[in-house]
C-alpha cells in the first residue's frame, strides 16, 4: 500500500515523515507526493532517504503542478491513481510510530475508512466509489475534511481509528507558520467557511446535526460541480 503525501514548502517535514514511515514494521509499498510549493530547486527528498528507498524497490511518484492545486485536488489526483489500492494519506508535519502504517494497513481489511483525525487518513476504492472525490472548491485548504465528513456519514461509512500507535502531528497552522501566514491563506479559510455554511447550511459538527437534507439545500448554484 502506498503513502500519500501533498507537501507545500515544508520539505523537512516531508523527510522527516517519510523518514518515519521507513521505520515502520510494514513499510509503504511506494510514496505519492504533490509539491504544490515548487520552490525545492534540487531532487526532492533528501539522497540518504531516496537511497533507502531505492535498496528496497519502493516507489516515488512526484507530481509538481507549478501552482498550489490545494488540499482536496491533491488528494484527489492520488485516489484517482490508486483506483484499484487502498491509499494512506499524511500530511507533512506528521510522525508515524512504527506499528502505525501495519495497522492501518490491518484496518483497512474490514473499514472502508480509518483516521486520525484529517492528519493522517486512509480509504478504500469502495469508499471513495461510495462517497466520491473530496470538493475541490474548498481552496487552498480546511473545511474539505469537514465536508467529507458529513459526506461519509450519509454514505453510512463509520470513521474508525483502532491504531494504537502514538502519531506525531505538529497541529494546526503548520503550513501559516512556514509560509508567514499569508494574507491570501487566512482569506482563502475564511471562503472556505463560508463556502460549507453555503453547502449545509450550518458550521461543522460532529453530531452532523441541523444540516441540510441535500446539498444546498437540494438546489447547487449553476454549474456547480466538485471540482470548480
Not at 25 to 33: R, V
Not at 54 to 79: D, F, H, K, Q
Not at 183 to 204: H, N, T
Request: net charge negative; glycine share 10%; hydrophobic share 35%.
Amino acid at each position: 500500500m502506498k503513502l500519500g503525501v501533498p507537501t507545500l514548502v515544508n520539505y523537512a517535514g516531508l523527510d522527516a515523515l517519510c523518514f518515519s514511515a521507513e521505520q515502520g514494521t510494514l513499510k509503504p509499498t511506494g510514496y505519492m507526493i504533490v509539491d504544490n510549493g515548487g520552490t525545492y530547486d534540487g531532487a526532492l527528498l533528501h539522497p540518504p532517504l531516496r537511497e533507502l528507498l531505492a535498496s528496497r524497490g519502493a516507489t516515488v511518484e512526484l507530481y509538481r503542478p507549478g501552482r498550489n492545486l490545494g488540499v482536496a485536488a491533491s488528494w484527489n489526483w492520488m485516489l484517482e491513481r490508486t483506483p484499484d489500492e487502498p491509499i494512506v494519506i499524511a500530511n507533512d508535519d506528521v510522525l508515524l510510530g512504527k506499528q502505525t502504517f501495519a495497522e492501518m494497513v490491518s484496518d483497512l481489511a474490514s473499514h472502508p475508512f480509518v483516521c486520525s483525525g484529517w492528519a493522517l487518513f486512509a480509504q478504500t476504492p469502495e469508499c471513495t466509489r461510495r462517497v466520491g472525490y473530496y470538493d475541490e472548491n474548498f481552496f487552498p485548504a480546511y473545511y474539505e475534511d469537514s465536508d467529507y465528513a458529513v459526506r461519509l456519514a450519509r454514505a453510512g461509512i463509520e470513521r474508525v481509528w483502532s491504531v494504537t500507535e502514538p502519531v506525531q502531528h505538529a497541529g494546526c497552522w503548520t503550513t501559516a507558520t512556514a509560509l508567514g501566514d499569508p494574507e491570501w491563506l487566512r482569506d482563502g479559510i475564511e471562503s472556505c467557511r463560508k463556502y460549507f455554511v453555503q453547502k449545509w447550511g450550518a458550521m461543522p459538527s460532529d453530531t452532523f446535526g441541523g444540516y441540510y437534507a441535500e446539498p444546498f439545500n437540494g438546489s447547487p448554484p449553476p454549474g456547480w460541480s466538485l471540482r470548480p
